[in-house]
């Protein structure tokens, strides 16, 4: 093992310790990313289509090797080498996401600017259950940064859309005629992500992995993975953790290549990826978070009112998920989303 010029560390020859070869190819490598990342041989080519990086957060969480309390320099230097490892092995047409809480997103932010990535939305994660506190508001949000190598970048805006809420509250008629090709009633997620299965995942959650308390919903993978890359890319996660982008990527049939510090995560991950995702087939879903303004038959098969009752979604939004209008308005005014 050798260190590079940003004191990170390369040269290292590595196989993937665990294949999962049903579908598309997955491969999970156990090791520090900064070493093992630049020795993988499509990582060392510049061929990575998407990488989306968890990295540890440095909260002193009791992760099963790594040292999550390092002095806030040590942190930065740890940081700048994984991105540069992850920088260089995009490919031209690569994008990057970062989930990373709000000690650190500007830092990177700027580091990946840098870097000659060009940033394409700075998301937030917004969930509701934040460890509760009285000495300053309560954090309910991580920051989901998108970077791109190029503006010519692998973008699926199809892949993700969601009800508009001009249909699910507003009934709207502009939102059933788009001039753009989005279909009647969608639109795209905005930029700050929530709704049902969008909540941390915690014990009593069906996708809830053992002795992690820091798993992503698959929710958030599907929406990454569906919009920043195709059937057949290749798709990296330098700090795999319990599994979620490796599961998401492989169901979605994308080449997958995780890295994980930890041989007891990295072989849990595995067998999940081998699983399969919990959640199937949810379909697009309203993120409303007020009561459809009016009744009517569209109201009530929104629901339009309670709280919904399921533990999983209890995220504070109405129970639009999965709404649809049926037979959409008649269009009198020009497109809306
Ligand atoms: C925040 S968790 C990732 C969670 C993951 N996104 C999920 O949904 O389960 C970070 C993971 O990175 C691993 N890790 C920490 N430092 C690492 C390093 N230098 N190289 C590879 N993995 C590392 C930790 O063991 C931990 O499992």
Not at 72 to 92: I, R
Not at 127 to 147: E, P, W
Not at 179 to 192: E, F, I, K, N, Q
Request: proline fraction near 7%; charge should be positive.
């Amino acid at each position: 093992m050798k260190r590079d010029a940003a004191g990170g560390v390369s040269g290292v020859e590595v196989r993937p310790v665990f294949v999962i070869e049903d579908g598309a190819r997955a491969e999970v490598y156990i090791g520090d990313s900064r070493a093992v990342v630049p020795s993988i041989p499509e990582c060392a080519a510049g061929t990575v289509d998407l990488i989306f990086a968890d990295p540890p957060f440095n909260w002193n969480r009791a992760y099963d090797k790594w040292d999550d309390a390092l002095p806030e320099e040590e942190y930065l230097a740890f940081t700048y080498a994984w991105l540069d490892v992850c920088v260089s092995a995009l490919s031209p047409r690569g994008s990057m996401w970062v989930n990373i809480p709000d000690d650190w997103a500007a830092e990177i932010v700027v580091h990946l600017k840098k870097a000659g990535l060009h940033m394409v939305n700075w998301c937030i994660w917004h969930y509701r259950f934040g460890q509760n506190t009285q000495a300053r508001f309560i954090s309910s949000k991580v920051h989901a940064l998108y970077f791109a190598r190029g503006a010519d970048r692998t973008w699926n805006p199809m892949e993700v859309l969601e009800v508009s809420d001009r249909r699910s509250i507003y009934f709207d008629p502009r939102t059933e005629s788009k001039r753009d090709g989005t279909p009647a009633g969608m639109r795209l997620p905005m930029d700050v992500w929530y709704g049902r299965y969008w909540g941390r995942i915690q014990g009593n959650n069906k996708e809830r992995m053992p002795d992690h308390d820091n798993q992503l919903p698959e929710v958030y993978l599907e929406r990454v993975v569906r919009a920043c890359s195709n059937p057949g890319d290749l798709v990296l996660d330098p700090f795999l953790g319990s599994g979620t982008t490796g599961v998401m990527a492989h169901a979605l049939g994308r080449r997958f290549i995780g890295v994980e510090y930890s041989d007891k995560n990295a072989e849990r991950a595995a067998a999940r990826i081998g699983r399969g995702p919990i959640r199937r087939g949810e379909g697009p879903q309203s993120t409303a978070i007020f009561s459809a303004r009016r009744a009517g038959p569209r109201a009530r098969a929104g629901n339009g009112g309670a709280f919904s009752e399921d533990p999983e979604s209890a995220q504070g939004v109405l129970p639009l998920a999965g709404y649809r209008v049926k037979r959409p308005l008649r269009a009198r005014h020009r497109s809306g989303a």
